[in-house]
């Protein structure tokens, strides 16, 4: 069965760095694009990033690009999450979600992990 | 980008139907037909009930199902029982390898 387990969250000052990953297993990684999505306490649900299958293609949120950068390693199964220039607004859980196909073009997200918590606060 | 349209709340007894709508514009609901729904119990992660619309994934339930029509999509869950009580959440594909969600719909069984 797909499992998605993130690890890496915990508390960070605002204005640092903190990476997230997402080991994945019970599919063929390396053929499928991965998100990142995250959810802030007591609210909904907001996208990321993306990555393609072979990760020559990324795209991000316009609330995170040029801070945040999403990689992954398909030799290891797994997805990362680089977040720099970090603030208040970046506390969330952050989940990693599997793509319905490889490519990071359109098409919807078919498992989630359980999340990680990310706390900025100085 | 804003999020797409859904209903804060809404509430059913055991046994009755909801509707929760999802509205966004014809750049996103209305261009695509990569609609989601996700179920969300509290505390937990997400977890998909309906694709491109009006499609159900193997194993979940034949009370949910979907429908889109222009920029509104819909999840109709017949025949509530308790474990429907859930946050519900919209997707959709909104083009530029970018999704957007609703911002959520709290479903209360009665």
């Known amino acids: 069965q797909v499992q998605l387990v993130e690890s890496g969250g915990g508390v960070v000052q605002p204005l640092g760095s903190l990476r997230l990953a997402c080991v994945a297993s019970?599919?063929?990684?390396?053929?499928?694009?991965m998100h990142w999505v995250r959810q802030a306490p007591g609210k909904g649900l907001e996208w990321v990033a993306v990555?393609?299958?072979?990760?020559?293609?990324?795209y991000y949120a316009d609330s995170v690009k040029g801070r945040f950068t999403i990689s992954r390693d398909n030799s290891g199964n797994t997805l990362y999450l680089q977040m720099n220039s970090l603030t208040t607004d970046d506390t969330a859980v952050y989940y990693c979600?599997?793509?319905?196909?490889?490519?990071?073009?359109?098409?919807?997200?078919?498992?989630w992990g359980q999340g990680t918590l990310v706390t900025v606060s100085s | 980008q804003s999020a797409l349209t859904q209903p804060a709340s809404v509430s059913g007894s055991p046994g009755q139907s909801i509707t929760i709508s999802c509205t966004g514009t014809?750049?996103?609901?209305?261009?695509?037909?990569?609609v989601s729904w996700h179920q969300q119990h509290p505390g937990k992660a997400p977890k998909l009930i309906m694709f491109?619309?009006?499609q159900r994934p193997s194993g979940v339930s034949s009370r949910f199902s979907g429908s889109k029509s222009g920029n509104t999509a819909s999840l109709t869950i017949s025949g509530l029982q308790a474990e429907d009580e859930a946050d519900y959440y919209c997707?959709?594909?909104?083009?530029?390898?970018?999704?957007?969600f609703g911002a959520g719909t709290k479903l209360t069984v009665l």
């Open positions: 979600a599997k793509d319905e196909d490889s490519l990071a073009v359109d098409g919807y997200f078919d498992y």
């Open positions: 019970g599919f063929t990684f390396r053929t499928y694009a």
């Open positions: 990555i393609s299958f072979d990760g020559s293609e990324e």
């Open positions: 014809s750049d996103d609901v209305g261009s695509y037909r990569f």
């Open positions: 491109e619309a009006n």
């Open positions: 997707c959709a594909y909104a083009g530029g390898s970018t999704w957007m």
